[in-house]
Nanobody
Framework: QVHVVDTGGGSVQAGGSLRLSCAASGRTFSRYTMGWFRQAPGKEREFVAAISWLGVNTYYADSVKGRFTISRDNAKNTAYLQMNTLKPEDTAVYYC?????????????????????WGQGTQVTVSS
C-alpha cells in the first residue's frame, strides 16, 4: 500500500513556473513508476508525464514537451514536476499517481487505470 500526497500548486501568470511535489509513503518507493495527470473543469483526466523506477525512462504528453520536466529522488521518496513557461491551457487540478508496473513504451502508461494509487490533487491556475 502507498499513500500519495501531491503539493505545490498555486496561481501564476502566463510564462511563469511552478514545481509540484509528490511524497509517497512506504519502503518500496523506488519500485513504483510515478506519473502526473491533470484534469480541467468539465474535461476528462489527461496524461502529463511519467518516470520509471530509476528515472532512466521518461515520457511526456506532446502538449508539455520542452516545458515540463518530471524527476524523482528515491532517497526522499519524492517525485517532482517542474513546470516552466506555463500557459493558461495548463490550468487544471494536477494529480500524482503511482504504479507497481514497469515503465516501457509498449505499456499504456497514459491510461489512468494503469496506476494503483493517487494523490488528492493540487490546483494549478495560470492567468493571462
Amino acid at each position: 500500500q502507498v499513500h500519495v500526497v501531491d503539493t505545490g500548486g498555486g496561481s501564476v501568470q502566463a510564462g511563469g513556473s511552478l514545481r509540484l511535489s509528490c511524497a509517497a509513503s512506504g519502503r518500496t518507493f523506488s519500485r513504483y513508476t510515478m506519473g502526473w495527470f491533470r484534469q480541467a473543469p468539465g474535461k476528462e483526466r489527461e496524461f502529463v508525464a511519467a518516470i520509471s523506477w530509476l528515472g532512466v525512462n521518461t515520457y511526456y504528453a506532446d502538449s508539455v514537451k520542452g516545458r515540463f520536466t518530471i524527476s524523482r529522488d528515491n532517497a526522499k521518496n519524492t517525485a517532482y514536476l517542474q513546470m516552466n513557461t506555463l500557459k493558461p491551457e495548463d490550468t487544471a487540478v494536477y494529480y500524482c499517481a503511482a504504479s507497481g508496473k514497469s515503465l516501457y513504451s509498449s505499456e499504456p502508461y497514459y491510461r489512468s487505470d494503469w496506476y494503483d494509487y493517487w494523490g488528492q490533487g493540487t490546483q494549478v491556475t495560470v492567468s493571462s
